[in-house]
């Protein structure tokens, strides 16, 4: 596709369900990135992937939170036994590659409501 | 570890008038990139503007310039002739060959008529 794809763009789930996002990157995009944001609020890096390179993991919140890059290519976000904070909008990045030398570009995003 | 700061919650500004958004920045890298993006409320998050640290020159995109202050670690973005199509979070953020993209937490920029 031409841009970065989120599915769903809207999910409401019940608390202690587990959850699957999905992110399809712009074909031939290197660097994927997953970010959490909350009403208002800034972005919270949740895990970054480069090539094949292992996982930048350092801001998934709990072991609740994984993800997987099958591919090179479409990632997949899920978090096991939902909470009420959970409850956020988490976007999806990809870029050319890490360096910078490239923009990141974004997806609409997943509008995450645990009730 | 690199951090993006952004202290200025929320600004407002007239239509047409000029308006500048703050960010200080760290790093240990030499060579890294620096970016605003707006997000307005569609959520749909847009690149607005690019700087190179090694190039000394500001970047400017029509009416979106930025003053990049290396040494200071400043890297701020003025928006002149202010429309309303403009009012949204903005986000200040940093990367590098050897980083992960970082953002600061964002500001509101709300444009009057």
């Known amino acids: 596709g031409a841009g970065v794809s989120q599915s769903p763009s809207n999910k409401v789930t019940e608390k202690g369900k587990d959850v699957e996002l999905r992110c399809d990157p712009i074909s031939g995009h290197t660097a994927l990135y997953w970010y959490r944001q909350s009403l208002g609020q800034g972005l919270e890096f949740l895990i970054y992937?480069?090539?094949?390179?292992?996982?930048?993991k350092s801001g998934l919140p709990s072991d609740r939170f994984s993800a997987e890059r099958t591919g090179g290519s479409v990632s997949t976000l899920t978090i096991q036994r939902t909470q009420q904070e959970d409850s956020a909008v988490y976007l999806c990045?990809?870029?050319?590659?890490?360096?910078?030398?490239?923009?990141?570009?974004f997806g609409q995003g997943t509008r995450l409501t645990v009730v | 570890a690199q951090t993006v700061t952004q202290s200025q919650p929320e600004m407002s500004v007239q239509e047409a008038e000029t308006v500048t958004l703050s960010c200080t920045y760290d790093?240990?890298?030499?060579?890294?990139?620096l970016f605003w993006y707006k997000q307005p409320p569609s959520r749909q998050m847009i690149l607005v503007i690019r700087q190179e640290a090694y190039k000394q020159q500001n970047a400017t995109e029509n009416r979106f310039s930025v003053n990049f202050q290396k040494a200071a670690k400043s890297f701020s973005l003025k928006i002149s002739d202010s429309q309303l199509g403009d009012t949204a979070m903005y986000f200040c953020a940093l990367t590098g060959a050897n980083s992960k993209l970082t953002f600061g937490k964002g500001i509101t920029l709300s444009v009057r008529p």
């Open positions: 992937f480069q090539g094949n390179s292992a996982p930048d």
């Open positions: 790093t240990s890298e030499n060579n890294y990139y």
């Open positions: 990045a990809s870029s050319l590659d890490s360096t910078g030398v490239t923009e990141a570009f």
